[in-house]
């Protein structure tokens, strides 16, 4: 974004949460989550226990917000305002949960 001010072009950068669109956002995570999980050695699955497991898989789906017009609406705006904002966050968890955990002491954040 600094570096091409030099050329006189105005970056704005939108920053979103999981969104869940058609299964895409929350089945790739969730296959993420998987591989990693597969990858361990069996002692090391054995000592986090398969609760560990699903409490990942339901996080992903409680994080997931299904409204995408919020990405949308911030792309709108910095496309077409005369003064665009440098960022935007679009989701519930991009304004207020990682926000929140960006300026919360350590072991608050770590606790969540």
């Known amino acids: 974004r600094i570096e091409m ?3 006189g072009v105005k970056v704005s950068i939108v920053e979103h949460g999981f969104f869940k669109a058609e299964d895409v956002n929350s089945d790739i995570l969730e296959k993420h989550i998987f591989k990693l999980w ?3 050695t069996p002692e090391i699955r054995d000592s986090y226990g398969e609760k560990y497991l699903v409490e990942c898989k339901s996080s992903v789906k ?3 917000d299904y409204d995408t ?3 949308i609406k911030c792309m709108e705006h910095a496309l077409i305002a005369k003064y665009p904002r440098t960022r935007y966050r679009a989701g519930w968890d991009a304004k207020f949960f990682w926000l929140f955990l960006c300026y919360a002491p350590s072991c608050l954040s770590d606790m969540l």
């Open 5 to 7: 001010q030099h050329f």
């Open 38 to 40: 597969n990858r361990l």
């Open 62 to 64: 409680t994080l997931c």
């Open 69 to 71: 017009s919020n990405v």
